[in-house]
């Protein structure tokens, strides 16, 4: 293969690339383009900003004093065909202690958003895809601990996604009313 085969087929992945980012529905791009810039929106929107032209930027400022603000519940999408099970699905931010025992280690943090599929949890820790972990977190309703158990499904700087397996139907709706109360 000479080098101008090497480019040629260089070319055609990036055109498989533009072409199925261009498919995608427009929350799905915005997922992905989260997904590439490491969750660091504010940096790059900054740098969109710095290359406005000033008309630009005052119809910028003129459209976001028309937004109203309100907090809503997070609805996850992501591309990751492992965790396909958060789309659609209602999540709540919250900060709910938790007991977690992962093998043979025990660690307590915080869960920092919720479903009644999955769960969010704290953590500088990395820990290996697929993993089995157990739970005991408080919700301010019941009077004791729910005790779930799920998969680790992402293990990256925000923390630990898991994905609940058997949950007791109590449970699920323990978490739903949880979430639907505190929207």
Excluded: W
Excluded at 10 to 18: E, G, I, S
């Amino acid at each position: 293969m000479n080098a101008l085969d090497s480019q040629i087929d260089q070319y055609k992945v990036t055109a498989r690339l533009f072409n199925f980012i261009n498919n995608l529905p427009q929350d799905k791009q915005y997922i992905l383009y989260k997904q590439l810039i490491k969750e660091n929106v504010v940096t790059e929107i900054f740098k969109l900003i710095i290359d406005m032209h000033e008309e630009e930027k005052i119809q910028l400022i003129e459209r976001l004093g028309e937004i109203p603000y309100e907090e809503k519940p997070i609805r996850t999408v992501n591309l990751d065909e492992n965790e396909s099970f958060l789309r659609g699905n209602n999540r709540k931010v919250c900060k709910i202690p938790v007991k977690c025992r992962v093998e043979d280690r025990f660690f307590k943090s915080y869960i920092i958003n919720i479903s009644t599929v999955g769960a969010l949890i704290e953590s500088n820790d990395r820990f290996p895809i697929g993993q089995q972990i157990f739970l005991a977190l408080k919700l301010p309703k019941p009077p004791n601990p729910i005790e779930l158990k799920g998969r680790i499904v992402r293990s990256g700087s925000r923390g630990i996604a898991v994905k609940y397996y058997d949950i007791e139907p109590i449970h699920e709706e323990l978490i739903r009313l949880f979430i639907k109360k505190n929207q």
